[in-house]
C-alpha cells in the first residue's frame, strides 16, 4: 500500500488477499529535497512481508543498498519484522524505518521505536544511526519524508554508478509473456540499450525491446532503473 501511494497506482488490490506475491520493481524520478529542477532516481523492489517469503526477502535484501523496512504503528513488531531485519543486517545495507498506519486511533509510533531499538535500530533522535519517518499510506502523509531521507541517506552513502560503460544488473524475476520469456532486471551500473548482448548465467540473448512498468519501449536504460526485457 506504501508504494502504491508512492506511485499513486492501486497494485495490492489486485494480488491474492492483498498481499505482494512477488518481488516488483518500481522506477520513479523524484526531484531532490536541496534542488528540485535535480530528478534523482529511486527503484523500489517490492518484497512480501509474509512469513511465507523468506527466501524472496533475502534474495530482495541482497541485491538493494537501503532496506525500507514498514512496521505498522498499530501493530508493532511482528516475527516476520524481526526476521526482515536479520535479512537486512546480513546484507549490510542501511535500513530506514517507515512506520506505517500513524493515522489510526490505536496507532503508537513510539511502542514502535521503543521494540526496533531492542533488536539494534536505535532511532536517531534516541542517540542511534536509525533515520524513522511517520508515514500513512492511505491517507499520503509523510510519503515525501521517506523520499527525501532515501535520497539523503543515497548521499550519505554515496550511492554512485557509472553510466558509460557495458551494463551490469540483476535479474529480480522472469516468466513467459506475450512475446516470449521476460526478464525483470534491475540496472546496477552501465546503461543497456536495445540490441545488446546479455548473458545471465547459462543463459543468454539479444536485447529485443525495453519496457518500464507502464508498458513504454525504451531505448536504454542507465544504472538504478528497473524495467523488463525481452530477448533473454
Known amino acids: 500500500t506504501l508504494l502504491d501511494a508512492i506511485r499513486n497506482a492501486n497494485v495490492v488490490s489486485g494480488e491474492a488477499g492483498g498481499i505482494t506475491q512477488h518481488i516488483g520493481a518500481y522506477s520513479i524520478d523524484v526531484p531532490h529535497p536541496e534542488d528540485k529542477n535535480r530528478l534523482e532516481p529511486i527503484t523500489f523492489l517490492d518484497t512480501p512481508g509474509h512469513a511465507a517469503f523468506s527466501a524472496m526477502r533475502a534474495r530482495g535484501a541482497n541485491v538493494t543498498d537501503l532496506i525500507v523496512l514498514v512496521v505498522a504503528a498499530n501493530d508493532g513488531v511482528m516475527p516476520q519484522t524481526i526476521e526482515c531485519i536479520s535479512h537486512a543486517k546480513a546484507s549490510g545495507a ?16 513510539m511502542r514502535v521505536r521503543e521494540q526496533l531499538s531492542e533488536h539494534g535500530l536505535a532511532a536517531e533522535d534516541w542517540g542511534g544511526d536509525t533515520l524513522y519517518v511517520d508515514v500513512s499510506a492511505l491517507k499520503g502523509d509523510g510519503i ?44 546496477r551500473k552501465g546503461t543497456l540499450k ?23 519501449r525504451m531505448k536504454q536504460a542507465g544504472p538504478s532503473y528497473a524495467l523488463k526485457l525481452l530477448g533473454l
Not at 542501511?94 to 509510533?109: E, G, L, M, R
Not at 552513502?157 to 558509460?164: D, I, M, Q, R, Y
Not at 536495445?194 to 543468454?204: K, S
Request: charged letters at 25%; glycine letters at 10%; one cysteine or more.
Open 194 to 216: 536495445v540490441g545488446d548482448i546479455v548473458i545471465c548465467g547459462q543463459f543468454y540473448g539479444k536485447t529485443r525491446a525495453l519496457i518500464d512498468e507502464d508498458g513504454k
Open 94 to 109: 542501511s535500513i530506514i524505518v517507515a512506520v506505517n498506519k500513524c493515522d489510526q486511533p490505536a496507532a503508537n509510533p
Open 144 to 187: 515525501d519524508k521517506l523520499l527525501d531521507a532515501i535520497l539523503l541517506q543515497a548521499e550519505l552513502l554515496e550511492l554512485k554508478a557509472n553510466p558509460k560503460r557495458r551494463a551490469v544488473g540483476n535479474v529480480v524475476e522472469s516468466g513467459m509473456e506475450q512475446g516470449g520469456p521476460t526478464a525483470t532486471v534491475l540496472i
